[in-house]
């Protein structure tokens, strides 16, 4: 049995003796399986859960509420973990707010347990995660390689942007620009034609975005010289457009298309991919056609009315995302679908019947699993449903399926 953790008032870390752990999965109080939890990844972070109190099984196997616990001063709050990249999260942390007002941050928050003297949560791994381990990224060096790269592009005003996401958001697409490795992201358009009920740069609800948009429209100079730059010069180089800190990059497809011309006129390397919600099938067409190499296409749903009430689209429905991946795949491009990952949700029969039929229908390449960031009691009040089968279930189900489908986290290089 896995035990409860909990935090004190100062922050600190204890367990629960004698009260097992709870996952939630959807709506339900799950007790987890031994194949959903693993060892604590390197690279995750434990972090309280705030305005909430954990939720476990005493001695009798009764379900318990508690904000206190013995040897402990003061209230105490439920804690979870942040997951790093590569890692799937298979439940959430069992717990309840002590207010029902209170709206949590939108950060991926997975359940945590206490066994045999070793932190466990509940995950998989979908993926490598060397690239994305936080050990390599926020270095004491990173400010020189900024400092360097804006010196020899000074009128650049995207690096100006990546500078800003680097050092006050941490994000590590923008980071990888000034390490010259990896999957290095070019913000290039403020607006967006959907709004996401989970947007982290411009807020649908009553919390704030973990970030803000750029606020301009960068010239295909400016594109093409952070492009070339990266794919020359990096490791394993990825660009992609469609970053979190910008709207919807297709509606930017005459500068986008113009710039990828540029760049493969200048160079073979590296690889020239789009995240986008395919909403803009014109768009996605225009840039497909000046030389994209994959596009990765953001869903919570593949259920229409579920896809419309997350991603409430303007200008388009879920039949032109369609149009947009048939388009792309019949030119030889790359197909991901970075799928929006929620326990309970994501793994109930009738959402992955649906998936099935769009993943085989339109001859998707991969599938991303993203952990959802947003709060359960809200998500859960606007798509109420039957129970899921669980998240490793689902996985294997999309294995058995579909066996030539690639699994995974984040997008790849081209070989």
Known sequence: MFLTLFANERGELMEYPGIGMLGRSGSDWVVPEEDEM????????????????????????????????????GKIQAVAALL????????????????????????????VGFKKDKIYVAAIQTDAHRKWHPTY???????????????????NRILRQL?????????????NIFYQR?????????????????????????VNSPQQRLSFNPSVNEIVEVGIDHLINARDAIISFG???????????????????IMRKETSQGTINLNTNAGYTAGIRQICDAGLDTMRVTIFSCQQD?????????NYTFKDVEKSVTYTKDKGVKVSLNLLTFP????????????????????????????????????????????????????????EELPGLQIKSYSHPLD
């Open 38 to 73: 693993i060892p604590l990844p390197r690279g995750s972070s434990l972090v309280s859960v705030p305005g909430c109190i954990p939720v476990g099984l005493d001695s009798e196997g009764e379900l318990t509420y508690f904000e206190w616990a013995p040897d402990c001063e």
């Open 84 to 111: 790093p990249q590569g890692f799937t999260r298979t439940l959430m942390p069992a717990c309840v707010k002590r207010k029902s007002n209170i709206d949590l941050p939108l950060l991926g928050y997975a359940a």
């Open 137 to 155: 990224y926020n270095t004491e060096g990173l400010p020189a390689r900024i400092e360097k790269k804006l010196k020899k592009y000074p009128d």
């Open 163 to 175: 500078a800003r996401c680097s050092l006050e958001y941490s994000c590590f697409t923008a980071q």
């Open 182 to 206: 990896w999957e290095g992201g070019i913000p290039t358009i403020p607006r967006c034609n959907a709004n996401c009920i989970g947007c982290i740069s411009e807020s649908h609800l009553n």
């Open 243 to 261: 970053q979190g800190c910008e709207g919807e990059p297709s509606l930017n497809a005459k500068n986008l298309s113009r710039a990828v011309e």
């Open 306 to 314: 579920n896809y419309m009430a997350y991603h409430r689209p303007l």
């Open 344 to 399: 309970g949700f994501t793994d109930r029969e009738d959402e992955i019947e649906e998936l099935l039929y769009f993943l085989e229908g339109n001859r998707i390449d991969m599938v991303q699993l993203r952990n959802l960031n947003i709060d359960p009691d809200y998500l859960n009040s606007n798509f109420s449903g039957d129970s899921g089968i669980g998240i490793l279930n689902f996985i294997k189900l999309l294995k």
